[in-house]
């Protein structure tokens, strides 16, 4: 089982550019989470799926659209990136939204705007 | 508001103990872990707890006082790889999980 991936691992941008990144997952699982760490900062939630075919807003959606068309699949985008969202961002899931759930994270991807 | 405490960075050393406070201030509370984040890598999962009391799990132990909005995480037998960043987590009411910023624990020999 390769877990949670995330492609691609480093990414620059341009101010105004756009872009999607895709996250994976090969356990069935139902619930799954775009996150983003900042330096100083503890992870805050971008959007979250429950399921397939469903989105949620989290913490700081400002800037992002996410899509689940396949449970196995999370993509998150950014229609017009800006200097602000150059961040880490990573995608983890979990069985289930039970409170004793653990999360699996993926690699991240490390992403710089200009 | 909600927020959870760590201290930013720690440092101890090789074979020493360790002790990782966490206070928090939630809208509810439905549990706390703890993820190890090494340095560019992902965070992952090191223990859960729900109820008062300590967790013991190898050289890993938790320990939580919902009362006092406080848990703490114990390293025993400090190793080098240990050396990593510690985050404390708690879901609140919404069943959302709220993240500290972590602390950087740096092993010296």
């Known amino acids: 089982n390769a877990g949670v991936t995330q492609t691609p691992k480093f990414r620059v941008l341009k101010t105004g550019q756009s872009m999607t990144l895709l996250c994976a997952q090969d356990?069935?699982?139902?619930?799954m989470y775009w996150y983003r760490q900042d330096p100083g900062m503890g992870l805050r939630l971008i959007h979250y799926?429950?399921?397939?075919?469903?989105?949620a807003k989290g913490e700081v959606p400002d800037g992002y659209n996410v899509s689940r068309l396949k449970k196995q699949n999370f993509l998150l985008g950014l229609e017009s990136a800006a200097p602000s969202q150059t961040s880490v961002y990573f995608c983890?899931?979990?069985?289930?939204?039970?409170?004793?759930?653990?999360?699996?994270f993926g690699p991240g991807t490390r992403l710089t705007v200009l | 508001g909600q927020n959870i405490d760590q201290p930013t960075e720690m440092t101890a050393t090789e074979g020493a103990i360790v002790q990782i406070n966490c206070t928090y201030q939630?809208?509810?509370?439905?549990?706390l872990f703890w993820y190890q984040q090494h340095a560019g890598e992902a965070p992952t999962f090191l223990s859960y707890n729900v109820l008062d009391g300590l967790e013991e799990k190898g050289r890993f132990s938790s320990f939580l006082s919902r009362s006092k909005g406080y848990s703490y995480l114990l390293l025993k037998e400090l190793q080098m790889k240990d050396s990593a960043s510690y985050l404390c987590?708690?879901?609140?009411?919404?069943?959302?999980?709220?993240w500290g910023a972590g602390t950087k624990l740096i092993i010296k020999p």
């Open positions: 987590a708690v879901t609140d009411s919404n069943y959302q999980l709220i």
């Open positions: 356990m069935n699982h139902e619930y």
């Open positions: 939630t809208s509810g509370f439905n549990g």
């Open positions: 799926s429950v399921g397939e075919g469903t989105t």
């Open positions: 983890a899931s979990s069985p289930s939204g039970d409170s004793y759930n653990e999360q699996f």
